[in-house]
């Protein structure tokens, strides 16, 4: 079984900055793909961005020059480096990662979240 555990949520003004962190655990072969998401209106989760293993990286439209997304495959980590936040990125953000099993098989696994409240 494989963990994700995010961290790095807490309340901040407007303007200011939030760095999340996911950390990886349990029976991992190999990291994939990695992902942040957070709830988009209709209460379904919208991908804020993602990177693969190779450090591609994809951003959702409404945090482009604003957030960054990075990771250190040797400690099976990501980062969101959240900049000049708004009150609309108020919102649980999530961790989710591809992990390659040594059998072969990909599977794909969600972190519980982490709240980041951004008042006005």
């Known amino acids: 079984q494989v963990q994700l555990v995010e961290s790095g949520g807490g309340w901040v003004q407007a303007g200011e900055s939030l760095r999340l962190s996911c950390v990886a655990s349990g029976s991992i072969f190999r990291l994939n793909a990695m992902r942040w998401y957070r709830r988009a209106p209709g209460n379904q989760r919208g991908l804020v961005a993602d990177?693969?293993?190779?450090?591609?990286?994809n951003y959702a439209d409404s945090v482009k020059g604003r957030f960054t997304i990075s990771r250190d495959n040797a400690k099976n980590m990501a980062y969101l480096q959240m900049n000049s936040l708004k009150p609309e990125d108020t919102d649980v953000y999530y961790c989710?990662?591809?992990?390659?099993?040594?059998?072969?098989?990909?599977?794909?696994?969600w972190g519980q979240g982490t709240l980041v409240t951004v008042s006005s």
């Open positions: 989710n990662a591809d992990v390659l099993s040594s059998s072969g098989r990909e599977f794909r696994f």
């Open positions: 990177i693969t293993r190779g450090g591609n990286t």
